[in-house]
C-alpha cells in the first residue's frame, strides 16, 4: 500500500513540475509580445518610466493614429496587399501544375529533374540575387513590383515537393477511369485532382501569404520609391525615420510592429493546422 | 501513347519550373559565378580580371574575416542553441497533460511572426536603460550590459533572439516524437526500463532524421543571417549597419553592402561563391557524419 501511495505522490510532484515548466517557458516567449502592446499603449514619458507600468494609467490609443500617419501605411498595406496577390496566384498556378507532372505523369528524366528541383532548395540566395538584380534592372523593371511577382510564376521547389508528396496519394484508379472516358491529363488536373487536395493547397496558400507579407529582402533590393514600399520595407523605413529623430519614439514603434503583426497572427490562428501539416511533411521526408 | 509524346506531355506540366530553373537558378548561377571573376560596378562594362576578387576577398580584406567570424560565432552557438532548446521544447509538449495545445501555440507563435517587426521589439527590449531585459536583470540586482550597443554583447542578444523564434524545429520535433509507436515503450517497461532510459535509448534515435533536418537547416539558414543584424545595429546611420566596430557584420550583410550600397557586383559575387562553398562544404560533413548518428528505421544508415 505505502508503495502505491509513493507512486502516486511522485506522480503528482512530476505533473506539477512539468506544468511549472511549461508555465514559465510560455511567460518567456509570451512576455515580448506583452511588452510591445504595453508599450504601444503608453505616452513616450511612460515607456520610459521606472519601474514600469505593465498597464498604463491612461491608454494612448491614439499612438495607433500616429504611427500610420507618419508614413502612408494605408498605401503600404495596399502594396503588399497587391504583391500577396500576384504572388498567390502565380504559385498556385506554376507550382500544382509541376507537382501534378511529377506525382501522376511518366516522362524520361522524370526522377533526376525532381532531385534537382529538390537540390535547389539548399541553393542559397546570395548565389542567384545578383545576377537577377542586374537583370531586371537593364530591363527596367527595378523600382517596380515585377522582380517581386514574377519568379512565382515559376514554381518553387518547397511548395512543388509539398504538392507532390500530397498528389501520389491520390488513388490512381481515379486517374485511369478518366482516361478511359477520353479525359485528358489537364482535365484530369484541373477536374479531379486540384479539387480533391484542398488541404495541401490551403497549406501552400498559408506559407506562401506568410512568406511574402514578412519578405523583407527582396522588397529592400528592388523598391526605391518611397510609395512603393510593402508594410514590412516601411515599417522599416519607419524604425530609420525615429531612431535617427532624437528621442526614440518607442511608443509609436511598438505602435506600428502591431499593426504589422497582426495579419500574422490572424492568419496563424485561422491556419496552424495547415503550418504544423506543411512543416511535418516538410521535416519528415526532407 | 508515343513514348515521344508520353515525354513531351510531361515536360509541358513541368515548363513551368523548368523555365523558372533556367531563368532563376541555373542561369543567374552561372552568371554569378562568371561575375565573380570582373570587377563590375554597374555603371560601366563588366572587366575580367581574373581571380582578384578572390585573392581581395581571401588576404586583403580584414572585414572578409571579421564578418566570416561573427557568423561563425553566431551558427556555433545559436544552432546547437536551438537544436536543443526546440528538442526540449518538443519533449515537454510530448507528454500526455492537459493544455498542450495551447502552450504549443505559444511557443509556436512567434516563428511565424515578421522579423522586421520583431527585431524593432527586440531592439526595445535590448535597450540598456529602458529595455526589458535591463528591467528585469536590474530586478534580481544585476547591473545588465549595453547589449546592441556593446561589442561583446551584440552577437549574443542576436543569439538569445533566435532562440525565440524556434518553434518551427520544435513542430517538427514534436510531430517526430508523436510517430513513435506506443509498443516500443510499452515494451522497454516490461524490461525495466524507465525515465531517463526510455528518452536515451528510445526517443532520441527515433527522432534522430528530425534533428538531423533541423541541424542542416538551421545551419544554412544561420550562415545566411541578415535581418535582424540589418534592421536593430544600424546605430550611426543608413549604410552604417553592422553594430558596434562591425561585431555584427555578418557575411551576408558585408554581401549586401558590397552590392547594393557600393555596387560592388563582381567582388560580391566573389563573397556569395565563398559563402556558396562554405556552406556545401557543411552541409557536406553533416550528411557524411550523420551516418553515425541518425537512425533511419529500414535499418540502414545513412
Known sequence: MEKIAGKKYYALLRLGFSYLILVAMSMVFITPFIWMVSSSLHSLEGVFKVPFDWIPDTLHWDNYHQAITLLPFGRYFLNTAFIVTMVLAGTIFSCTLVAYGFARLQFRGRNKLFGLCIATMMLPAQVTMIPLYTIFARLGWVDTFIPLILPAFFGSPFYIFLLRQFFMTIPYQYDEAALMDGASRFRIYWNIILPLSRPVIATVVVFTFIGVWNDFFNPLIYINSFEKATLTLGLNLLKNQIIGSGVTQWHLLMAASVLVLIPNIIVFFLAQRQFMKGLNVGGLKG | ?302
Open chain 2, 1 to 302: 501513347m508515343k513514348k515521344w509524346k508520353r515525354d513531351l506531355q510531361g515536360y509541358l506540366f513541368i515548363s513551368p519550373w523548368l523555365v523558372g530553373f533556367i531563368l532563376f537558378a541555373a542561369g543567374p548561377m552561372l552568371g554569378s559565378f562568371m561575375m565573380s571573376f570582373t570587377r563590375w560596378s554597374l555603371l560601366s562594362p563588366p572587366q575580367w580580371i581574373g581571380l582578384s576578387n578572390y585573392q581581395q576577398a581571401l588576404s586583403n580584406d580584414p572585414l572578409v574575416y571579421k564578418s566570416l567570424w561573427n557568423t561563425a560565432y553566431y551558427v556555433f552557438f545559436s544552432v546547437p542553441l536551438g537544436v536543443l532548446v526546440s528538442l526540449f521544447l518538443a519533449l515537454m509538449l510530448n507528454q500526455k497533460l492537459r493544455g498542450m495545445s495551447f502552450f504549443r501555440t505559444i511557443y509556436f507563435l512567434p516563428s511565424i511572426t515578421n522579423l522586421v517587426a520583431v527585431s524593432i521589439v527586440w531592439m526595445w527590449i535590448f535597450n540598456p536603460e529602458f529595455g526589458l531585459l535591463n528591467r528585469i536583470l536590474e530586478w534580481v540586482g544585476i547591473q545588465g550590459p549595453l547589449w546592441l550597443h556593446s561589442e561583446t554583447w551584440s552577437k549574443p542578444a542576436l543569439i538569445l533572439m533566435s532562440l525565440w523564434g524556434i518553434g518551427g524545429g520544435m513542430i517538427i520535433n514534436l510531430a517526430a516524437l508523436q510517430n513513435i509507436p506506443e509498443e516500443l515503450y510499452e515494451a522497454a517497461e516490461l524490461d525495466g526500463a524507465r525515465g531517463w532510459h526510455k528518452i536515451r535509448n528510445i526517443t532520441l534515435p527515433l527522432i534522430t532524421p528530425a534533428i538531423f533536418f533541423n541541424l542542416v537547416m538551421n545551419i544554412i539558414g544561420s550562415f545566411q543571417v541578415f535581418t535582424q543584424a540589418f534592421v536593430m545595429t544600424a546605430t550611426a546611420g543608413q549604410g552604417q549597419e553592422g553594430g558596434p566596430n562591425n561585431s555584427t557584420l555578418f557575411f551576408v550583410l558585408y554581401l549586401y553592402k558590397k552590392a547594393f550600397q557600393q555596387f560592388k557586383m563582381g567582388y560580391a559575387s566573389t563573397l556569395a561563391w565563398i559563402l556558396f562553398a562554405i556552406i556545401l562544404i557543411f552541409t557536406f560533413f553533416q550528411f557524411k557524419l550523420s551516418r553515425r548518428w541518425v537512425y533511419y528505421e529500414s535499418g540502414e544508415r545513412g
